[in-house]
């Protein structure tokens, strides 16, 4: 799980210069923005299940979709507050940022564990 968040970092690492190459600071700044409210649910979601499973073997399986959800509703939450709130808010850049950061999961498959 935590090779995942990795993953979702480095993912998170590109789509900011590649934003930053193409639409500049403000670019930059969205895309890292973007990319943050979805890696910071998900390492604490990461965190929460190992320490789970060092104290119990195994996280129950309602305790993984309960974990889920709250990552998940995080997310939504981040991404609502930041449209809201910053107003320098470059929204290609932000969707970007948003849309390779939660494909990195995609990268999984072709690292080998």
Known sequence: MHKMVFLQVG??????AIA??????AGAISAAMA????????ALFALRLSL???????????????GEFVKIAAMVGLLALIGARYEGL?????F???I?????NLLAFWVKT
Not at 11 to 16: H, I, Q, R, V
Not at 35 to 42: E, K, Q, R, T
Not at 90 to 94: D, E, I, M, N
Request: aromatic share 14%; hydrophobic share 60%; charged share 5%.
């Open 11 to 16: 993912a998170m690492s590109a789509a900011t």
């Open 20 to 25: 930053a190459f193409f639409f500049g600071l």
């Open 35 to 42: 990319g943050l409210a979805v890696v910071v649910p998900s």
């Open 52 to 66: 789970a499973s060092k104290r119990t073997g195994a996280p129950s399986a309602a305790g993984f979709f309960a």
């Open 90 to 94: 470059h929204w290609g850049a932000f």
């Open 96 to 98: 970007i940022g948003l």
């Open 100 to 104: 390779v950061t939660l494909k990195a």
